[in-house]
């Protein structure tokens, strides 16, 4: 990569820019602060390359939102922000490319605080994507959580067909709410998994038309029949199953969901997506066999482990997954807890999740769904796809297998009543 300093001279006043036309700060006698920008774009992109090019200034503490155009230095008030830069570019075939960059938590105390924004391309995959994540889990009468009920839809959001046969669903090793400096950090290259598991199939077995969704279940069972506020997922086209080394833990076959292939879990017996979030999930198409990529793809570091009794030198191990085999990574966590994204910003560069402390008892019954984009007149639903989950996402949302099954919402019996696109967007009767 090649830097290239981009300097120029501020020309708008600080009201000019706010978006909201709020002022920042607590008190409106604090003095603003000089921000320096330092961009550093790839080495075959140049300045003249970039088309509307903008800097956008999210304050942690109000909320509030300033964009810039590009510049060598802003000006905002003190506090804690996260920084983002987006610009496009026009490729040689005509088509366009994304060039972004994020930088999170900057803290304004002062003249000239310095943001280097480490730009990318926006990685674009025709191939399916993530649509739902339904990870809280359902409440028995009891007011017990329930397992099993969890599952993942994917989407064609594309105009043809597409093959699920041989895409991994995989779940990240790292945490978003556990910050830790591991080495080596590969985090810039691939993603460290610790469950992968494969669509089956011979090539042509597993079709995805337009606007068509995917259907992976945890259990593809009629989980009514064991808990009444959960839902019917036997018409689930896929299902992990896992044959567990724990006789009073063992999985549940079923007869109308084909089950995925196994290449790795870290659990010896059940396998459940994190019932609070806590981990990013994603798709990939690895191009090497199952057992070669056992083999050759293994991830060794150490990290140290910072507790009330001290620091402890601790190693560990995962499987990596290059980010070139990745189609689609969603980053999920929880408000409070939150830390950091464990993918690198050119697959995900956003968050989002369900509740918002640790352990939240208002996050069962909900999911998070991708965001209606718009509908063509054909009636095909295109959703929102950025790479930054902060805003592809609706969060805290009924989940649509229970929408769509008049399913209850929660621990008091009310059912749903509304479809909708995405969470928010209800679809209409006509």
Not at 235 to 242: C, G, S, V
Request: glycine share 6%; charged share 20%.
């Amino acid at each position: 990569m090649k830097i290239v300093k981009l300097y120029f001279i501020l020309s708008l006043i600080l009201g000019a820019l706010l978006s909201s036309g709020c002022d920042d700060s607590l008190d409106g006698n604090l003095p603003s602060h000089i921000v320096d920008i330092d961009v550093v774009l790839p080495a075959d992109i140049s300045y003249d390359d970039l088309q509307g090019a903008s800097l956008e200034f999210r304050n942690l503490t109000t909320g509030n939102v300033q964009t810039f155009s590009l510049q060598k230095s802003v000006d905002v008030m003190p506090g804690l922000y996260d920084v983002s830069f987006s610009a496009t570019v026009q490729l040689h075939d005509g088509l366009e490319s994304q060039v972004k960059a994020f930088c999170r938590s900057v803290q304004v105390t002062s003249d000239h605080t310095l943001v280097r924004l480490e730009t990318y391309r926006n990685i674009v995959s025709d191939d399916l994507i993530i649509a739902e994540i339904f990870f809280t889990g359902t409440l028995q009468t009891s007011g017990n959580s329930y397992v099993g009920d969890d599952y993942i839809k994917l989407y064609n959001n594309t105009d043809h067909v597409i093959y699920a046969d041989g895409l991994t669903l995989f779940e990240s090793k790292f945490l978003t709410t556990q910050k830790l400096d591991f080495t080596p950090d590969i985090m810039s290259t691939d993603v460290s998994v610790d469950a992968l598991y494969t669509v089956p199939g011979s090539g042509t077995d597993y079709p995805v038309a337009p606007g068509e969704y995917l259907l992976i279940a945890d259990t593809g069972i009629d989980h009514r029949t064991i808990n009444p506020n959960s839902f019917d997922l036997s018409h689930a086209r896929l299902e992990w199953y896992d044959v567990s080394t724990r006789p009073s833990e063992s999985d549940i076959d079923s007869p109308t969901s084909d089950n995925m292939d196994k290449w790795y879990c870290y659990t010896q017996t059940l396998w459940m997506l994190h019932n609070r979030g806590y981990k990013a999930y994603g798709l990939a198409r690895i191009p090497v066999g199952k057992e070669r990529y056992l083999s050759d793809y293994y991830y060794n570091y150490d990290y140290q482990l910072v507790t009330a009794a001290g620091s402890f030198a601790m190693s560990s191990s995962a499987y990596r997954i290059p980010n070139d085999w990745i189609v689609d990574a969603v980053n999920c966590s929880v408000d409070a807890p939150f830390q950091w994204i464990v993918t690198a910003p050119a697959l995900d560069c956003g968050w989002t999740g369900c509740g918002a402390i640790a352990n939240d008892k208002t996050r069962y019954f909900k999911s998070v769904r991708r965001k209606l984009l718009y509908v063509e007149a054909d009636g095909r639903v295109v959703l929102q796809d950025t790479n930054n989950s902060t805003d592809d996402f609706n969060r805290n949302c009924v989940p649509s297998e229970i929408e769509l099954q008049n399913s209850v919402m929660g621990i008091d019996g009310q059912r749903a009543t509304t479809i909708t696109y995405d969470g928010v967007t209800p679809i209409s009767a006509e």
